[in-house]
């Protein structure tokens, strides 16, 4: 069982960083818009 | 004395020497511009084996997505193998199923290339757990680093498609590590280093006891141990233990194992990028903070303990802890070595360093940019690189460049999120647990020596480095959950910000160098980012340095 929530909390990590990684593609999009706009 | 000055030099000068050719070598095996034959044909052997997955050129973000996946992968795979482990083959000595938190921590602890390690791989690993869970995690997590300097550097060049990530791992794997591992480990096994498949020996003393003595495929992993800035020993006690380090050349061997590849590394972005007075610039700003951290760490060990002070002992330095087979001073130079490079191997006990000494290995870890892991080191100087311009831009008025590319609020966003990713994990986590039952329940000694043992587990995850100061009862739950987690997250935050901000510089448009450009070149910029890397890390570090091993330090000379 407790093998089970060791890899639970595993899995969260992993899709913590999928959204880090979300996270900054949005940032780097809002910052290529910014630079087209100008 | 001269001899023990003169071993350190000859090591570090050696390894210089080595690191050149070494990154001409990793240029042509990670972005060959004119493969020959022979070249094609491993390309087309690998693109086969590999299918779809090393056939397309990625931009940044299908990057970091596939060398996520990819890691996600591996931790699945090889904490099944530590799950089942009475089950599978290469198992002479019966190990039994690891505690599913121990299993948790060693699998997070190697993927992330940290190697922290909260048993002893004598006792709990079986030849199988060791060779295709952790050996080969250490192959695969030093790969991984390499892949993502490589494509770092790409970015930097300006290319907005930074490579493949299944074709550089590939590449970093058969084509650096593991030629340069099976060199190394002939030479250890010539050495005295023992390479077997047989269960431990049995022996009679002469006083008719029966002893027990483990042993194993020693050489292969210490081999990829050291070069991939892994750490993590096959016995317990690492490099301090006679079959995992017979003697001095192999503890020379291995000290130049440590630092040859982060070194090469920073000749290789310079190659890459086509800006070699800029890597060298770079590679000056981490020689001069490794020698001041080498010769200050051997200066400060040349007194004896405190402990001696006040008994009838003849003791002309700290003693205590060290390998004496290597000499007095060798345990200082690998303290160092092994901290700055996020390496981890130990051949002397840090938690018996004097109190001043032990700060080296600590601020090792906090800065973890002095040439730092195989790969990422440089990865993390980047971003202290982002600040240097920034600030220095901001200082002149001007906006700020990097080669070529203009600096802006995005990339400083990405650059500050990655940086202080790394003091929160070690300060909040230091904080947690010396302030509960987690940590006070586990430590050895009380008062800021109590403080240190924690403020180092927590550093060493963060850093990824892996070494233990000791003096600490670290596989419980708690320790166990927190440190993994901190190893995972502290491994890949800073690598995958960095390729965001490498996308973005590289699809911006490059603006022409002028007077007022500040040249990356040059003494200036060198000064600058030692600057920027010593204010930040005592902006960060300095309270709580001050709460531990300086306040060890004076309580000591008071008494």
């Known amino acids: 069982m407790l093998h089970l929530v060791m890899l639970a909390i595993a899995t969260a990590i992993f899709a913590l960083l999928f959204a880090f990684v979300a996270a900054c593609d949005r940032l780097v999009a809002q910052s290529e818009e910014e630079l087209e706009e100008s | ?559």
Request: with cysteine; aromatic share 10%.
């Open chain 2, 1 to 559: 004395m001269a001899i023990e000055i003169l071993i350190p030099v000859i090591i570090v000068g050696l390894t210089i020497a080595l690191a050149w050719p070494l990154s001409r070598w990793m240029k042509w095996a990670m972005d060959v511009d004119h493969p020959g034959p022979l070249r094609r044909g491993y390309e087309d052997t690998m693109r086969g084996l590999l299918g779809r997955l090393a056939h397309a050129a990625q931009g940044w973000r299908a990057y970091s997505v596939s060398l996520l996946v990819f890691n996600a992968v591996m931790f699945g795979f090889t904490y099944g193998v530590l799950w089942l482990q009475p089950r599978l083959p290469l198992n002479p000595d019966g190990k039994g199923p690891l505690e599913p938190s121990l299993a948790y921590n060693t699998i997070a602890s190697f993927t992330s290339n940290t190697n922290l390690q909260h048993y002893s791989g004598e006792v709990a690993m079986s030849y199988f757990s060791q060779l295709f869970a952790l050996v080969w995690l250490q192959f695969v997590s030093a790969a991984v680093g390499i892949a993502a300097l490589t494509a770092l550097c790409r970015g930097l060049a300006g290319r907005r498609e930074i490579g493949n990530f299944f074709t550089d791992l590939h590449r970093a794997t058969f084509l650096v590590l593991l030629p340069l591992a099976l060199l190394l480990a002939v030479i250890l096994i010539l050495l005295g280093m023992p390479m077997t498949f047989e269960g431990a020996a049995v022996a009679r003393t002469l006083e008719v006891a029966v002893q027990t003595i483990s042993r194993g495929p020693v050489a292969a992993m210490v081999a990829i141990k050291q070069l991939g800035t892994n750490g993590g020993g096959f016995f317990g006690p690492n490099s301090t233990h006679p079959f995992e380090n017979p003697g001095f050349w192999t503890n020379v061997a291995e000290n130049l194992a440590i630092l040859l590849i982060p070194m090469a590394s920073i000749w290789m972005f310079g190659r890459i990028v086509g800006r070699l007075k800029h890597a060298a610039v770079i590679f000056s700003v981490m020689f001069a903070l490794y020698a001041v951290f080498v010769t200050s760490a051997m200066i400060l060990e040349s007194e004896p303990t405190a402990a001696f002070r006040d008994l009838p002992v003849a003791a002309d330095m700290n003693l205590e802890g060290k390998e004496l087979r290597f000499g007095p001073t060798a345990g200082s130079l690998w303290a160092v070595s092994t901290t700055v490079t996020s390496n981890g191997s130990v051949d002397a006990m840090h938690d018996s360093l004097n109190p001043l000494t032990g700060l080296f290995p600590l601020m090792g870890m906090w800065l973890n940019v002095i040439f730092g892991g195989v790969g990422v080191g440089f990865i993390n100087m980047f971003l202290f690189i982002v600040v240097a311009v920034f600030i220095a831009g901001m200082m002149v008025g001007r906006t700020p460049e990097y080669l070529t590319k203009k600096v802006e609020a995005g990339e400083m966003k990405l650059a500050l999120i990655a940086l202080l990713a790394h003091p929160l994990f070690i300060l909040g986590g230091t904080a947690l647990f010396a302030s509960t039952s987690w940590g006070l329940s586990t430590i050895l000694n009380t008062g800021s020596h109590g403080l240190s043992e924690i403020l180092y587990e927590f550093s060493s995850a963060a850093a990824n480095n892996g070494s233990g100061f000791e003096g600490l009862g670290d596989n419980t739950l708690p320790w166990n959950v927190a440190t993994g987690t901190v190893m995972l997250l502290a491994r890949y935050i800073p690598i995958l910000a960095p390729l965001a901000i490498a996308g973005s510089l590289a699809a911006k448009r490059p603006t022409p160098e002028t007077a007022g450009s500040l040249r990356t070149d040059g003494l200036m910029f060198g000064v600058i980012l030692l600057a920027t890397v010593a204010l930040v890390g005592a902006l960060l570090f300095m309270p709580v340095a001050v709460l531990g091993p300086v306040a060890e330090h004076l309580s000591l000379e008071v008494r």
